[in-house]
């Protein structure tokens, strides 16, 4: 086992601050590999959260030293249907990573489903993501839906007032008919699938499901299946 020092800029920092900050995962999923004794710090397990760290400290994980980020990187997909967004598929459906020209390792923020496409984040800043990730933050995302037939008034009540299904609650910012069978929605929380639940119980099927907003940021003209940077004004912007 190679011992590798790092270099920390900030002294006394908590450990899974310091595993988000180096891209390993986001802060809480960084909490649970903590809790899950699988990391180690001057050859001691630790399963506390909130031990602090500083330089020279040696921090492994799995047995593997993790070294800090010195380069952070966002970048906005424009995520095409029939992509999955996580680091690995057992079914070995296409990655959206593969569609990123990028040595690091990133990883998604946000869910898009297979079939949905359009704007979607990729960093390796972890913090970046937990923030991004959290309710509490408040981020708007707005969706364009086109669905296989004539969407009813209700289903726009529904989006707009909340409606219970299946023991969950679902309620849109907003929601307008912007067409005969297709819609703008503007989600804040974000639960698993919510348009497509909805949809489904209006017996509604979305043809096309894209977001076109995180927050400050636009999906514009930027290509199906194109990336782009983040600027600095974006990030300070979405921060």
């Not at 079914?91 to 898009?112: C, E, I």
Request: net charge positive; proline share 5%.
């Amino acid at each position: 086992m190679i011992l590798i020092n790092l270099n920390l800029r900030e002294k006394n920092i908590r450990l899974q601050v310091f595993l988000a900050s180096a891209g390993l995962a986001s802060r809480r999923a960084a909490e649970e590999i903590i809790a899950k004794g699988r990391v180690s710090v001057n050859g001691e397990i630790i399963t506390a959260q909130g031990t602090k760290v500083t330089e020279g400290d040696v921090i492994l994980v799995d047995g593997k030293p993790v070294y800090p980020e010195s380069r952070k990187i966002y970048i906005a997909l424009n995520k095409p249907p029939g992509y999955i967004c996580t680091s690995s598929d057992p079914q070995d459906r296409p990655l959206a990573l593969s569609l990123l020209d990028s040595p690091m390792r990133l990883y998604s923020v946000g869910r898009l489903d297979y079939m949905s496409s359009g704007l979607i984040f990729f960093t390796n800043d972890g913090a970046f993501a937990s923030r991004l990730g959290h309710p509490s933050t408040g981020l708007e995302k707005e969706y364009i839906v086109e669905a296989t037939g004539q969407i009813p008034d209700e289903t726009v009540d529904a989006f707009n007032c909340g409606i219970t299904i299946d023991s969950i609650f679902y309620k849109a910012k907003s929601a307008e008919k912007t067409g005969r069978k297709s819609m703008r929605i503007v989600l804040v929380e974000g639960k698993n699938r919510e348009i497509r639940r909805v949809f489904s119980h209006f017996h509604l099927h979305p043809c096309l499901l894209r977001r076109v907003r995180i927050g400050p940021v636009l999906l514009g003209n930027l290509a199906e299946g194109s990336s782009r940077p983040l600027t600095e004004k974006e990030r300070r912007d979405i921060w």
